[in-house]
């Protein structure tokens, strides 16, 4: 069963870069699509980006939401199973719960990270 | 980007209704919607995927259906652990949206 692992800081000031790392831990990391989400206080889910890894080089395909695609990163290091998440010149805006995720091809979104809390002020 | 309208955003029910939760979407997206149930405090967690295929080990009572812009969510003789945010997702371009979420309150 996989489970997924996140951690990083929850406290930023306006301007610094959000960081966040998720571990997959008892399963595949590759043929898979490594996700991040958000969810500020009280409010709806956002879809931030994935990465995919295909296995057979070490470099993964990317894909950004347009909204927040000038300050997102997305990175692998797939010799831990890690995928992690930058967001820079962050603001009060970007206050939310980030959770990492695995997406399957067919399937949504079928594994999540417990969710990080990450406050900007 | 694809918008997706959920209704209603909040929906009051009692312990063995049958719940009915409407998806749409700006533009046809096929099958590739997904749903999703969220309880306070927790990560979402998949119910059903490709409009009509549950997730293994969901619960029978929950169905999907629908495609091109109009997907259905229906749970079956509501149970007390369903009350919870429900929310829609499709997967169909970039960038992945989602509704903007059903709340299923006790009546």
């Known amino acids: 069963q996989v489970q997924l692992q996140q951690w990083g800081a929850g406290l930023l000031k306006p301007s610094e870069t959000l960081s966040l790392t998720c571990a997959v831990n008892?399963?595949?990391?590759?043929?898979?699509?490594w996700t991040w989400i958000r969810q500020p206080p009280g409010k709806g889910l956002e879809w931030i980006g994935e990465?995919?890894?295909?296995?057979?080089?070490?470099?993964?395909?990317?894909n950004y939401n347009p909204s927040l695609k000038s300050r997102v990163t997305i990175s692998m290091d797939t010799s831990n199973n890690q995928f992690s998440l930058r967001l820079s010149s962050v603001t009060a805006a970007d206050t939310a719960v980030y959770y990492c995720?695995?997406?399957?091809?067919?399937?949504?979104?079928?594994?999540w990270g417990q969710g990080t809390l990450v406050t900007v002020s | 980007d694809i918008q997706m309208t959920q209704s209603p955003s909040t929906l009051s029910a009692s312990v063995g209704d049958r719940v009915t939760i409407t998806c749409r979407a700006s533009?046809?997206?096929?099958?590739?919607l997904a749903w999703y149930q969220q309880k306070p405090g927790k990560a979402p967690n998949l119910l059903i995927y490709?409009?009509?295929s549950l997730e293994s080990g969901v619960p029978s009572r929950f169905s999907g259906s629908g495609s091109g812009t109009e997907f259905t969510l229906t749970i079956n003789s509501l149970q007390p652990d369903d009350f919870a945010t429900y929310y829609c997702?499709?997967?169909?371009?970039?960038?992945?949206?989602f509704g903007q979420g059903t709340k299923v309150e006790i009546k």
């Open positions: 533009q046809s997206i096929s099958g590739w």
């Open positions: 008892g399963g595949s990391f590759s043929g898979h699509y």
């Open positions: 997702q499709h997967y169909y371009s970039y960038p992945w949206t």
């Open positions: 995720a695995r997406r399957g091809l067919i399937t949504g979104i079928s594994r």
């Open positions: 490709k409009a009509s």
């Open positions: 990465i995919f890894y295909n296995g057979i080089d070490h470099s993964g395909s990317t």
